[in-house]
């Protein structure tokens, strides 16, 4: 069974660059990583994936802000939000794919919010 | 993108309740659909793939239906666990989209 935990700083200054980690146990290898997020009192928004080889799909909504990168070494993925407003601010959520669409299993959350 | 609408936004039910939630999608995504609960503060669980499959430790009290644009999640017997939000998501076409969840409250 996969576990996911997100990781990294709750708070960012507004137009600055928003980087979350996400620490797999078990195989990082044959999966799709998942990024999510959900802005307070709104519904789930897909963000982009990553896969160990390097492939990605990206939100066009968030396209131009966004780079993921996966280290297999290390067994964890991270994402990469640039030029990040208050708009922004949501709990992000990873999870993996095994590559058919939907999400098997995912982390609990981490909250960043976007403020000065 | 697909946009996806699910109804009820909040359903009241008590124990033992049948309950049945809907998802209508924008455009056709054949069976393309899964389901999840999520509690606050927790990861989303899935529940259900493909429609109407199943996933591996969730108990048969949840099924699902559908193809095409409309879907259904049943709970045939509602549970103290099953008091959650339910979010449909379609992956017929990236990017992957969300209805705006369902909360079954007491």
């Known amino acids: 069974q996969v576990q996911l935990q997100e990781s990294g700083p709750g708070l960012v200054n507004p137009s600055e660059t928003l980087s979350l980690t996400c620490i797999v146990s078990g195989s990082i290898v044959h999966y799709y990583w998942t990024w999510f997020r959900q802005s307070p009192g709104k519904g789930l928004e897909y963000i982009g994936y990553?896969?160990?080889?390097?492939?990605?799909d990206y939100n066009p909504s968030l396209k131009s802000r966004i780079t993921m990168s996966v280290d297999t070494s290390k067994n964890q993925f991270s994402l990469k939000l640039t030029s990040v407003t208050a708009a922004d601010t949501a709990v992000y959520y990873c999870?993996?794919?095994?590559?058919?669409?939907?999400?098997?299993?995912w982390g609990q959350g981490i909250l960043v919010t976007v403020s000065s | 993108d697909i946009q996806m609408t699910q109804s009820p936004s909040t359903l009241s039910a008590s124990v033992g309740d049948r309950v049945t939630i809907t998802c209508r999608a924008s455009q056709s995504i054949s069976v393309w659909l899964a389901w999840y609960q999520h509690n606050p503060g927790r990861a989303p669980k899935l529940l259900i793939y493909?429609?109407?499959s199943l996933e591996i430790g969730v108990p048969p009290r949840f099924s699902g239906s559908g193809a095409g644009t409309e879907f259904t999640l049943t709970i045939s017997s509602l549970q103290p666990d099953d008091f959650a939000t339910y979010y449909c998501?379609?992956?017929?076409?990236?990017?992957?989209?969300f209805g705006q969840g369902t909360k079954v409250e007491i």
């Open positions: 998501q379609q992956y017929n076409s990236s990017p992957w989209t």
């Open positions: 990553i896969h160990h080889t390097g492939t990605t």
């Open positions: 999870a993996s794919d095994r590559g058919s669409g939907y999400s098997d299993y």
């Open positions: 493909k429609a109407s």
